[in-house]
């Protein structure tokens, strides 16, 4: 059974920063691309960042480029998600995401499994 249990989230100020992590159990996790997305008070749940499931490919949403990096350390089944230069429009529930399938993608329908969110508030 696979499971996806996010941490690191938190309250912060503008400006600084947060590690998420997510640990994965259960399949073969160097076969499954993972990725992260948010979801705001009221609004839709978005892209954020996608690692392929050997690492080598990336790819960020425009609002968090040069901001965030994504990577994974695949002995350990997990899955980061480092953000700085927070800005408040960055307050949202971040979700771990993980493909049945090595290939990064942008679409959360292309995913297949999730977690159960850790909440991240950055303060003006």
């Known amino acids: 059974q696979v499971q996806l249990v996010e941490s690191g989230g938190g309250l912060v100020q503008a400006g600084g920063s947060l590690r998420l992590s997510c640990a994965a159990s259960?399949?073969?996790?160097?076969?499954?691309?993972m990725g992260w997305f948010r979801q705001a008070l009221g609004k839709e749940r978005e892209f954020v960042a996608t690692?392929?499931?050997?690492?080598?490919?990336?790819y960020y949403a425009d609002s968090v480029k040069g901001r965030f990096t994504i990577s994974r350390e695949n002995a350990k089944n997990t899955v980061y998600l480092q953000m700085d230069s927070l800005q408040p429009e960055d307050t949202a529930v971040y979700y771990c995401a993980r493909r049945a399938s090595p290939q990064a993608t942008r679409g959360p329908n292309t995913y297949d499994y999730w977690g159960q969110g850790t909440q991240v508030t950055v303060s003006s």
């Open positions: 259960g399949g073969t996790f160097s076969m499954s691309a």
């Open positions: 690692i392929s499931g050997s690492g080598a490919t990336t």
